[in-house]
Nanobody, 111 residues
Framework: QVQLVESGGGWVQPGGSLRLSCKSS???????MTWHRQAPGLAREQVAG???????TYADSVKGRFTISRDDAKDTIYLAMNRLNNEDTAVYYC??????WGQGTQVTVSS
């Protein structure tokens, strides 16, 4: 069973930074990979995506603050999050093009 495992979440004060990782048990080379988040009471939303060729898209709410990247040699994608604010509090998930989801990692932004 192919697994995606997220890590790197935690608590951070407003204005702080975190870097999430998503490790796949299957090779990700050539595959579109995405990060999503779901805040309490809200629908899950895609925040960033990266194609196998490195083309990147961001949700408007995170543009300029979040950076998605990938390391195909490590079968891992990353989400660097800067200038975090309370509205970024959510469970963050990664998804693969073949439909696998991770279990999520909690990000809490509060003072």
């Amino acid at each position: 069973q192919v697994q995606l495992v997220e890590s790197g979440g935690g608590w951070v004060q407003p204005g702080g930074s975190l870097r999430l990782s998503c490790k796949s048990s299957r090779a990700i080379y050539g595959y579109y990979m995405t990060w999503h988040r779901q805040a309490p009471g809200l629908a899950r939303e895609q925040v960033a995506g990266i194609t196998g060729g490195g083309r990147i898209t961001y949700a408007d709410s995170v543009k300029g603050r979040f950076t998605i990247s990938r390391d195909d040699a490590k079968d891992t994608i990353y989400l660097a999050m800067n200038r975090l604010n309370n509205e970024d509090t959510a469970v963050y998930y990664c998804e693969s093009a073949w439909g696998a989801w991770g279990q999520g990692t909690q990000v809490t932004v509060s003072s």
